[in-house]
């Protein structure tokens, strides 16, 4: 079928022109003047096209005239100068073809307002809300712009596997993938263990928790590299920041330390705020008014603003300094929670914040030690009214360092015999870092729950759709 979308006819505004477009009815109220205006809408953009369609149409009385909230049809006219207020061109319709009727009486979508909870019970259905389409065009917008930044960069992009044997992380909140029968398992005679030989790939395995180690090789043989992909995590919580599912951003650069890793995070941070104000300016005006006063004068301030760095021991100590009582008592060695993080950046330095250099106790075993021993080479990138956006870190690139940080956290380095052999052939300092990208839809949309920015959560208990 040969179409305009509806945001390519509103931005041309010719007159006069022939137009066919196709959408799902919003609106439809009938004038006493023998006219039926239906608001239409197909996706491609916040606003709705009204159609003005004449009683004389030869289907006006058995189809338009049945035409509710979610039926579907197909336009054909002639854009001409709206008569309303809010946009510049109406069409008027010479013919109408409904490909599919809505019954209001069962449509769970009608002028009623529905509660973001409620939607997410009807995920199949709330991207046609002006919320959740907006939620998808941002997210392509940001999804878009993230290669756009890395390509202009000359990174290289890679698809590292869903499907590993390593944690990552080492906090042990992996999905097992087996294809063993869980009400047979099969035992090793000797250990009464299960026998994963036995397994599809032989050895137990899991759902990736990250693409970092595996994108190091092709750093440590072909400079920066990034991917951009889906990742999983067991972790219990229902929290309006957790998902089960998830995509993560994860840059990787040859030949650098902390402080190149900071510098490619923040101005990665300033290219994404820039870019969706840039394309995305109807949506956010949407957010703003409806879901977060001030968004769009957060994202400007952003896309400007400069990062104060500080080390995490100067956080600990303007956090021990202040007049407010944390609901987490500060301490040197605690991982900073999201009240500490907001503090800093909101009420200490009024704008992002870069922390470098965490205790290594509560950091991941390939950040690389610092010369004190007592604290890795990891940064962590704060924003005002989230707190951590990007979690990244210089790797440990020494191989005997390495295996003793392995060893500590009670892996074995026979596991990991791949990883350090980039440290056993021709190692070089290299530095990464994460960002979640469900976190940065959510941030410039102003939206409360992770659950509303993700076309179809998985979270505890509920794998629906």
């Not at 190692?427 to 729950?449: D, E, I, K, W």
């Amino acid at each position: 079928m040969k179409r305009e979308l509806i945001k390519d006819v509103l931005k041309a505004a010719q007159v006069d022109s022939d137009v066919t477009v196709a959408g799902w009815v919003r609106t439809r109220r009938d004038s006493k003047g023998g006219f039926s205006f239906v608001e239409l809408n197909d996706g491609s953009c916040f606003a709705n096209i009204q159609i003005v369609i004449d009683a004389t149409l030869d289907n006006y009385k058995a189809d338009i005239l049945r035409l509710f909230p979610g039926s579907s049809i197909v336009v054909r006219g002639k854009a001409v100068e709206s008569q309303g207020k809010g946009q510049t061109v109406e069409i008027q319709a010479e013919s109408v073809k409904v490909l599919g009727f809505c019954d209001p009486t069962e449509y769970p979508l009608g002028k009623q307002r529905v509660s973001f909870e409620r939607l997410r019970e009807l995920a199949h259905l709330r991207p046609r809300t002006n919320s959740f389409g907006a939620i998808a065009r941002v997210r392509n917008a940001l999804a878009y712009a993230t290669h756009q930044f890395f390509q202009n960069q000359n990174f290289l992009y890679v698809h590292t596997p869903i499907i590993t044997g390593s944690d990552c992380e080492g906090a042990g909140e992996m999905f097992q993938v087996t294809t063993l029968d869980s009400e047979a398992l099969p035992r090793n005679e000797e250990t009464g263990q299960v026998d994963y030989a036995q397994d599809f790939f032989g050895r137990p395995t899991s759902l990736t928790v990250s693409g970092q180690l595996e994108g190091e090789t092709y750093a440590c043989a072909l400079g920066n590299i990034y991917t951009f992909g889906p990742t999983f995590r067991a972790e219990n919580s229902n929290t309006r920041r957790h998902l089960a599912e998830f995509w993560m951003i994860e840059p990787e650069m040859a030949f650098a330390d902390l402080a190149d890793d900071a510098d490619l995070a923040e101005d990665y941070l300033r290219f994404l705020f820039t870019y969706v104000l840039d394309h995305c300016e109807e949506d956010l005006a949407f957010f703003n008014k409806r879901v977060q006063k001030g968004l769009i004068d957060t994202l400007k301030g952003l896309a400007d603003s400069p990062f104060k760095r500080i080390s995490y021991t100067e956080a600990i100590d303007h956090l021990e300094k202040a007049d407010v009582a944390f609901d987490y008592a500060v301490e040197w060695g605690i991982d900073l929670q999201s009240e500490h993080e907001r503090y800093l950046t909101e009420q200490v330095f009024k704008c992002p914040v870069t922390v470098a250099d965490y205790p290594r106790e509560i950091k991941a075993f390939y950040m690389r030690l610092n010369d004190d021993d007592r604290t890795v080479a990891a940064m962590d990138v704060l924003l005002p009214h989230v707190g951590e956006i990007i979690g990244g870190s210089q790797r440990e690139d020494r191989l005997d360092v390495l295996e003793t940080r392995i060893r500590a956290m009670d892996f074995d380095p026979e596991d990991y015999w791949w990883y350090c052999d980039l440290r056993r052939y021709g190692s070089v300092p290299h530095a990464g870092f994460g960002l979640g990208f469900g976190r940065m839809v959510q941030f410039c949309t102003g939206m409360h729950n992770i659950r509303d920015v993700i076309p179809f959560p998985r979270v505890p208990n509920n794998a629906e759709f």
